[in-house]
C-alpha cells in the first residue's frame, strides 16, 4: 500500500525532471539554429535566404529536440536577425512548451577608414 502512495508522485516527479531537461535541449537547439543563421546572414553580400538555409540545416543536423521549427530572416542594410520558433518534444500529455529565440548582429560591410 505504501508503495502505491509513493509510485505516482515519484512516476510524476520523474517525467517533470525529463520534460525539463528537454526544455532546455529545445531552447538550445533553436538558440543554435538562431546564431548559426545570424552568422551566415551578416556576411559580406550575403542575402536572408543564405542566413535561413543555414539555420534550418543546422536543425536538421540536430535531430529530434524542436518540432514544427520556423525559422524567420530580416535582413537590412546595417543588421541581420534570425529568429526560430518550435515546440519542444513533450512526455506530459496535455503540456506544450513554444521556444523562442533569437539573434541578431551588423552586417559585415566595406566603410572607410
Same mark, same amino acid.
Not at 545570424?38 to 542575402?47: D, F
Not at 520556423?70 to 519542444?88: D, I, L, S, W
Given at each position: 500500500?505504501?508503495?502505491?502512495?509513493?509510485?505516482?508522485?515519484?512516476?510524476?516527479?520523474?517525467?517533470?525532471?525529463?520534460?525539463?531537461?528537454?526544455?532546455?535541449?529545445?531552447?538550445?537547439?533553436?538558440?543554435?539554429?538562431?546564431?548559426?543563421? *545570424?552568422?551566415?546572414?551578416?556576411?559580406?553580400?550575403?542575402?536572408?535566404?543564405?542566413? +535561413?538555409?543555414?539555420?534550418?540545416?543546422?536543425?536538421?543536423?540536430?535531430?529530434?529536440?524542436? +518540432?514544427?521549427?520556423?525559422? *524567420?530572416?530580416?535582413?537590412?542594410?546595417?543588421?541581420?536577425?534570425?529568429? *526560430?520558433?518550435?515546440?519542444?518534444?513533450? *512526455?506530459?500529455?496535455?503540456?506544450?512548451?513554444?521556444?523562442?529565440?533569437?539573434?541578431?548582429?551588423?552586417? +559585415?560591410?566595406?566603410?572607410?577608414?
Amino acid at each position: 500500500m505504501e508503495f502505491a502512495v509513493i509510485a505516482l508522485p515519484m512516476i510524476l516527479l520523474t517525467f517533470a525532471v525529463v520534460q525539463t531537461g528537454l526544455v532546455f535541449f529545445a531552447q538550445s537547439i533553436a538558440l543554435g539554429a538562431a546564431t548559426q543563421g *545570424v552568422n551566415a546572414a551578416r556576411g559580406y553580400q550575403a542575402t536572408a535566404a543564405t542566413g +535561413e538555409a543555414r539555420a534550418t540545416s543546422f536543425l536538421s543536423a540536430a535531430g529530434a529536440g524542436l +518540432e514544427d521549427e520556423q525559422v *524567420v530572416v530580416t535582413r537590412t542594410a546595417t543588421e541581420a536577425r534570425v529568429t *526560430v520558433t518550435g515546440r519542444a518534444i513533450t *512526455v506530459l500529455p496535455g503540456f506544450s512548451w513554444t521556444i523562442t529565440k533569437s539573434a541578431h548582429g551588423p552586417v +559585415e560591410r566595406p566603410t572607410t577608414p
